[in-house]
């Protein structure tokens, strides 16, 4: 499949042919969101575009009408919320790349989105967060013994202790860790909030038990690989060879399950960084210091705080 949006292009024949070639593809590269999302718009801008073939309607630009007969087609197959409005979000990207007007700004379009919200009543589905004390539990149980449980006992320590989207550890190499007395340094060449490849770093520092330190254990990863550069995490053959295949993030996830059990993934990694870090007393900005996010009201979102006694002020009362 296709990752990219294909757009029909207006002539313009006072501009030189290589300049709006470089205009086009800077235009699309700044209207450009990550690489998953970027997959995931591609999908759904096919599926649109097959949809209004189907039915004899034009894809760009398309009528309101052909709009909001596709989402109510979503809707009423059962399609999630958030798979709707993706969808949605793809057309309007689809459009504003041709530089049109997208049919997903016409009030109707918003109301129709709004009650197919209201009626399906769907909360967002989070990462769930699990306890420190069960995490530790579940490193201090992995087999260390073998080439996958020294990879994976470093691959959720360090995507715990750093905040790791699971696409942030699928693209790392080796040549972004810096090691020193002090710890780790990780420098991110771009993330999902980081299109435009600003330098971007984490810190992993030492934990005093061997067996539970991000460091020590992603060191003793490394000497199996035994080289200099490449990615960090690779695929193993059931016979414990080393591929130099990159770990894709679905299967990081389903590392992340197997370990700590089906109602978790690995964004519980990051979600469950935010919120021990807030039970331990971390203010807003050291925590945003290390996921990355922007804003506080974007912390307060990943908290999981779902235990009432947890994080609760009714017990500084002083009485």
């Known amino acids: 499949m296709s990752t990219t949006i294909a757009i029909p292009q207006t002539p313009a024949a006072q501009v030189p042919a290589h300049l709006l ?20 718009y591609a999908g759904d801008w096919q599926r649109f575009t097959a949809w209004c073939a189907l039915h004899g309607l034009a894809s760009l630009p398309a009528p309101v009408e052909a ?15 958030a798979t709707i409005q993706r ?13 049109l007007d997208s049919p997903t700004a016409d009030k109707k379009v918003k109301v129709l989105l709004k009650g197919i919200a209201r009626e399906k009543k769907t ?51 080796i040549e972004d860790l810096a090691f020193d007395e002090e710890g780790l ?26 067996a539970l330190c991000p460091i020590r254990s992603l060191q003793a990863w490394l000497r199996v690989l035994d080289r200099d550069t490449g990615c960090v995490f690779v695929s ?17 996830n389903l590392i992340a399950q197997h370990y700590l059990g089906l109602q978790y993934t690995a964004h519980s990694l990051r979600a469950s960084f935010v ?45």
């Open 123 to 173: 909360r967002i589905k989070q990462a769930a967060a699990f306890s420190l004390a069960s995490f530790k539990r579940t490193i201090r149980a992995i087999d260390v013994t073998t080439p996958t449980g020294l990879r994976n006992r470093a691959l959720l320590l360090l995507g715990f202790t750093g905040a790791f989207r699971r696409s942030e550890l699928e693209a790392l190499n």
């Open 185 to 210: 340094v990780v420098s991110l060449d771009k993330s999902k909030t980081n299109q435009l490849g600003q330098a971007e770093e984490k810190a992993i520092f030492y934990s005093p038990d061997p």
């Open 67 to 81: 709009l909001a007969g596709f989402l109510t087609e979503l809707a009423d197959a059962g399609k999630k919320v």
């Open 21 to 40: 070639e470089s205009s086009t593809r800077y235009v699309e590269s700044g209207l450009r969101g990550a690489a998953n999302t970027i997959r995931a």
């Open 87 to 99: 969808h949605a979000a793809a057309i309007a990207k689809a459009h504003e790349l041709a530089g």
């Open 236 to 252: 193993l053959r059931k016979n414990q060879h080393l591929t130099t295949r990159r770990m894709t993030t679905k299967y990081i």
């Open 275 to 319: 919120t021990v870090s807030k039970l331990n007393g971390a203010d807003d900005s050291k925590v945003m210091n290390q996921t990355k996010h922007k804003t506080s009201a974007m912390i307060r979102r990943y908290t999981r705080l779902d235990n009432v006694r947890q994080h609760n002020s009714a017990k500084e009362l002083g009485l």
